[in-house]
């Protein structure tokens, strides 16, 4: 073990990687606290920012902050750290989602640190893509990063692909019939852009929403639920999404944790690549329409996320909360 604990500042700036993680509608459902005298930083959900209509479970909720984890861990490689990790440390406290010792011996992972540099430039991307296949070897290593942290990612043949899109629309469908939902996720989104909204920290601008699409082809949220968005066109999304299905064996909360460090490790992995994507997990936010989304041909038992990639434009970077205001210090 390393004898000296991390200043504080060095903390500081893991967490501000950690906390770059995409989030259920940005709502960044985080809390962190270093106990600076044993060199362990602690990671707990923030049940305030939870989203009970659209997540009622938290599983969204612990996936986002599994994510963090990926890029708290891809952070402290690049700098030569050795992190050693714990989830679900305190079966008691539900709540305390990992326990990271940061004064780890042994090597860095040198196959997180090269992605460090791509953690803030990830941003989900809601606009078109182009109309273009990725090749086989790409695919198998954005699969083989999901395998690494326990996880598993499929891409689905075209016909299961469409199926995927009809029950986008069908998710689409029942929120538009479910005021609560509605009202949620007007609660974390704004139609007005960053520039009119100063201050804001959390949830999703106008100018991320993309464009609304022309017919259907894309498994891309609308998070206008029907508001006006002042400037926001249409346009013709890609005909053939490369559509990538995240999933895990088993469904349980330390599941879901895995299934966002493997989420996000496939998506710095894509962008290092110089590939663009968004998430949705709109069908899957429905019991009874989830087990429809996984592949039938594949092993894979509990779908986590529904994955969309591509060549394109980069995405919008939606706003972040301050380190001061979601970090503890004892």
Not at 34 to 47: I, N
Not at 79 to 85: C, D, I, K, Q, S
Request: proline share 9%; charged share 25%; hydrophobic share 45%.
């Amino acid at each position: 073990m390393n004898a000296e604990p991390l200043h504080v500042s060095t903390v500081e700036a893991l967490v501000a990687d950690a906390t770059a993680a995409p989030s259920l509608h940005n709502a960044q459902p985080w809390a962190f606290r270093y106990l600076r005298d044993m060199g362990v930083l602690r990671l707990y959900a923030d049940l305030e920012r939870a989203l009970p209509r659209t997540d009622p479970e938290n599983r969204g909720l612990l996936i986002s902050c599994g994510a963090a984890l990926l890029n708290l861990r891809a952070a402290a490689a690049a700098a030569g750290l050795a992190p050693v990790l714990r989830l679900l440390p305190d079966p008691a406290f539900a709540e305390f989602l990992a326990e990271v010792d940061l004064r780890g011996s042994g090597s860095p992972d040198g196959t997180l640190a090269p992605l460090a540099p791509s953690i803030h430039r990830r941003h989900s991307s809601r606009l078109p893509f182009h109309d273009e296949g990725i090749s086989v070897a790409m695919k198998e290593m954005l699969s083989e990063a999901a395998r690494v942290e326990g996880a598993e990612l499929v891409f689905p043949d075209p016909w299961h692909v469409q199926s995927i899109l009809e029950l986008v629309r069908d998710a689409e469908g029942r929120e538009a019939l479910d005021p609560g939902v509605r009202e949620e996720t007007a609660r974390w989104t704004r139609a007005e852009p960053s520039a009119a909204t100063t201050g804001a920290t959390d949830g999703i601008p106008g100018e991320a929403f993309g464009p609304r699409q022309r017919g259907t082809s894309a498994p891309v949220r609308d998070f206008a639920v029907g508001r006006p968005v002042p400037g926001r066109g249409w346009a013709l999304f890609e005909k053939n999404p490369n559509i990538a299905l995240l999933g895990t064996a088993r469904d349980e909360p330390v599941d879901w944790l895995c299934a966002g460090q493997a989420l996000e490790r496939v998506l710095l992995r894509a962008t290092t690549d110089g590939l663009v994507a968004s998430v949705t997990s709109q069908p899957l936010e429905w019991p009874e329409i989830r087990w429809a989304v996984r592949d039938p041909v594949s092993a894979m038992t509990h779908v986590q996320m529904v994955i969309r990639l591509g060549y394109g434009p980069e995405g919008e970077a939606s706003p972040r909360r301050p380190v001061a205001d979601l970090l503890d210090v004892l």
